[in-house]
């Protein structure tokens, strides 16, 4: 294709945005003292604050250019990812586990898994995590130079080492507090740089039930089609839906993965940290309005020859990504393209940011402070987190070049979550809720777990065995697959986890107060008016999720 | 030191600026490669809309420090 080419007050806008994360990485210093304050922002933040960075941080641009183009190809089903796929579990960590989390005053969520079973299934799920955090995040490295080399025209290089050193900059200088003020301006800038298009793309249609009307069926439903994956563009059933992505995936990614929640522990207070996802998870109701509506108009577009509308191919297939680059370039006039760049790019770097500031803590914390040097100093720590951030670059660099020179570990980033996320959620539920609970039930469960789904992963993608095997469906599509894998895993940890608790030595109970329900006093809410407390915007939240079921049934 | 919010502000009156001197230009001066919609001049008032929410965030926030 043709470049989608930048006009010097592009340019600009986004020479304005490098310069001004960069700048905020410099301001942001001199408040950066202590191994606190780098790692945790000082634990001050106001759930506000906490609460857009939890969003944005999962908030990444390959998130929108991939959803916008997943619902391109599966249709409205994709909104089950914001919908189902994410409120009930967000909803679940600020009630219930939150608590857990927050009183501990621990500092990563590996280090939950050391006060409650031991140090050797921190230090497992702490590697696991490092090695997660890097891969995406040079994955991620890896996508954005792809899609700015193919819409924009960039070099490959200039884009990937542009990105890295600026993330490397204000990450490096102020740690977390830096990563979360980038993380809101990113969430400011993607709704003001890419909410246009789908503004736009109404206007030129005439509103949302034309252009639902002009889909078929199977595309424009959230729940009628799913008795009969082959009534549906997914291709699966409600109940993968619910157990798969509503349940395992969901609750495992946003319950337990330390990207997100390493946001709700900067939190000022319990109070303040239970709210952080709650106030989150009316905002990400909202993304589809983005992302799937502009999905779902490239889609009428491209269904209507007129329009003059239709997705990149590459090699004879379709590239269902270019679908929001290729409404910006229809809608957007100079000025407005380099604002929607900007959203892309500091999605990106945002996402990059979000990764690698996670990878420091985890890093410093639960394997060098935990194995390497069990005495280090404040000062030390706060070193390290600075160096590992030096590093963490340099190993993302390093997977986005690995990536460039074999495409096909692109597929892997999907079942990467599946691997590493989906068992761990059943080894904290079991220990946050259940006390006799052992540390080496947890320990077997979590290895079980992980090694079983990636198992499944390589079994079906070298056809040991047959999809419908894992999806007790046939037709079924890769998403499903993901979705039910991510089940299966969660049940072989869930099951192997209490089995040998059975057989196993328990802790004793005096060291698992303040770990485990039951065994800690609560009260969370305390003089607090109902309409303040946690659980009534827990309500409000749930109210609205259903009525966007019903409402798009 | 400022909260994240007069940031907020700051960088969307500035890009806000820039969107709607351009827009108002091309209002005078028209394009010849004209985009889908062009007739409604999005940049104009997209770029008043980040305007007008930029001043509030920094006019809210510029009195505010945050210990």
Redesign the interface.
Known sequence: MTAIGLSPVDWLIIAIYFGFVIGIGFYLKKFTKSEEDFFLAGRKNSSWVAGLAFLSANLGALEILGMTGNTFKYGMFVAHFYWIGAIPAMLFLGIYMMPFYYSSKIKSVPGYLKLRFDEKTRVLNGIAFAIMTLLVSGINLYAMALVLHTFFGWSWHVSMWASALTVAVYVTLSGLMSAIFTEIIQFFLIWFGLFLVSVLGLIELGGVHQVLSRIPESFNTLWSTSSNPAQNGMMITWGGIVLGLGFVLSFGYWTTDFLVVQRAFSAKNLHSARMTPILASFFKMAIPFIVILAGLIALVLANDPKSGFHLLMDNGHINYDSALPLLIARYYPEGLVGLGVTALLAGFMAGQAGNISAFNTVWTYDIYKSIINKKASDTHLLWMGRAATIVGIIISLGTAYWAMSFPSIMDYMQAIFSWVNAPLFATMLLGMFVVWITPAGAFWGLISGMVSSFIMYLAVKFSWVGLSLITLSSPSSDMAANFWRAWWAWLICFVVTIVISLFTKKKPKEELVGLVKGLTKENLNENVPFIKRPEFYAILSLIILILLNVYFW | ????WY??G???F??GI??EV??IY?LINP?VDK????N?H??VW??GI?IIVGIIYILKNRKVK??
């Open positions: 030191m400022k909260p994240i940031f907020v700051l960088i969307l500035i890009m820039i969107i351009n827009g091309f394009p985009k889908v919609l062009a409604i999005p940049d997209w770029g980040m945050i210990s």
